[in-house]
């Protein structure tokens, strides 16, 4: 991924209470937080520390909103079934081989958000963020309030893997990034030590782990090769052009 690389974004918003129709403005300032922490232009970014200033990453890709999607529905929550995708419960993704897909609802069980990796199925393409945690104004409220959950989805969506590797430290086959034991919530007090294999600092800001939205803010530049390359011809998402 060289120079700049646009990624058109469909956002489509399932409710059943006026709360959860959320604004075009709550909207659009999830835009602005994805293009902010794929830019490297967030305001936290010089908050890296200096042990990881060599690694930390400007992804250089860009969210444009294309449409906003809207419709009113009789389900109270939804859960990681897909049914907010399907024509009947739902609304089915807008040209999901060349358009991000992004869904807002209201998700049960205290879930926050959940992607599709790249290589699924066209049908259920996209990332799916609870109406709670959708932007960084309006509705949002918690420690899910800065549009985070849709940089780790949509981080998701282009292949990268929890920092921790889902196992106790397990590898999330990026390089840069340090073994992490197991998830980090809240905002850790730096240095957080690992105690795995080396016992390194753990990357606790990376927008890859469990923080709260406040505790997170960078990509390695590991992480930024393993994304560009389902872009790239052969890769998974290279029928976006980019
Ligand atoms: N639990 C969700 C996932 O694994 C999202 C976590 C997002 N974290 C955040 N601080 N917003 O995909
Ligand atoms: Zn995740
Ligand atoms: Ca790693």
Sequence with gaps: ?????????????????????????????????????????NADYNDVPALFSGVKANVGITFVLQKIVRKSVRTVSFSTNDAMKSSNKGIPPTSPSTVLNMWSCNLGGGI??????????LATDGVVIDNNAFGRTGTVSGV???????????????????????????????DDTPSHNTANYGVPAYPHYSTCTGTPVEMTMNYM?????????????????????IFISGGARASFGI
């Design 1 to 41: 991924v060289n120079g700049k690389v646009e990624i058109p974004v469909v956002v489509n918003v399932l409710y059943r209470t006026a709360a959860e129709n959320i604004s075009d403005s709550q909207i659009q300032s999830q835009i602005d937080v994805l293009n902010e922490d794929f830019n490297a232009t």
């Design 112 to 121: 926050l958000g959940y992607a599709q990796f790249p290589g699924g199925s």
């Design 144 to 174: 899910y309030n800065l549009g985070r959950t849709a940089t780790h989805e949509v981080g998701h969506w282009m292949n990268l893997r929890h920092i921790w590797g889902d196992a106790t430290c397990g590898s999330d086959s990026v």
């Design 209 to 229: 782990d469990y923080t709260d939205d406040r505790g997170m803010y960078m990509f390695s530049n590991g992480q930024k090769s393993r994304m560009a390359a």
